[in-house]
């Protein structure tokens, strides 16, 4: 989706914050449980980082 998001920094005045401001979104449901349907079945948390484009993007994957 073209445009889905923008990306700033803070004014420095007021803070260190970045903020993301998210105009259309995809939304999935999902729950982490302690027994899947299927053994195959995975978790994972993410670290999120900025490109150059102002996307946020996982940096790399963290197994939980």
Sequence with gaps: MPDAEKVEEEDPSLGTAII?????????EMSVVTRPAYPETQSEARNWTPTDGGCYCPSRPVWV
Excluded at 20 to 28: D, G, M, N, W
Aim: aromatic content about 22%; proline content about 0%.
């Design 20 to 28: 993301r401001t998210i105009f259309a979104a995809l939304l999935y």
